[in-house]
């Protein structure tokens, strides 16, 4: 059974950084696509970042282009997520994924993802 746990939220001022942490136990990490996700108070869950089994494919959000940016090292089975240039608009709960597809394809929503771990709070200040 595949275990997803986050680390790294926090609170942190607008233009600041926090890199999140997501460790994945159970299975092999290389055979999973990974992705990140967030839902903010009162809104639904959007995608964030992906990242293919090799860590050659990445997608973004609009929202976090230029800004996020995903990695993974599979040694040490642990996904990352680089935030710069934060804004009060991405505090969320931040949502660590895994999707057993076999090839990458741009991930077209949350439902792909079969695995989540349990959040970590971002919240940003102005």
């Known amino acids: 059974q595949v275990q997803l746990v986050e680390f790294g939220g926090g609170l942190v001022q607008a233009g600041g950084s926090l890199r999140l942490s997501c460790a994945f136990s159970?299975?092999?990490?290389?055979?999973?696509?990974m992705g990140w996700f967030r839902q903010a108070p009162g809104k639904e869950r959007e995608f964030v970042a992906a990242?293919?089994?090799?860590?050659?494919?990445?997608h973004y959000a609009d929202s976090g282009k230029g800004r996020f940016a995903i990695s993974r090292d599979n040694a040490w089975s642990t996904v990352y997520l680089r935030m710069n240039s934060l804004k009060p608009e991405d505090t969320a709960v931040y949502y660590c994924a895994a999707d057993p597809a076999a090839t990458w394809d741009v991930p077209q929503g949350d439902k792909e993802f079969d695995y989540w771990g349990q959040g970590t709070q971002v919240t940003v200040s102005s």
């Open positions: 159970g299975r092999t990490v290389r055979d999973y696509i």
């Open positions: 990242i293919g089994r090799s860590g050659y494919h990445t």
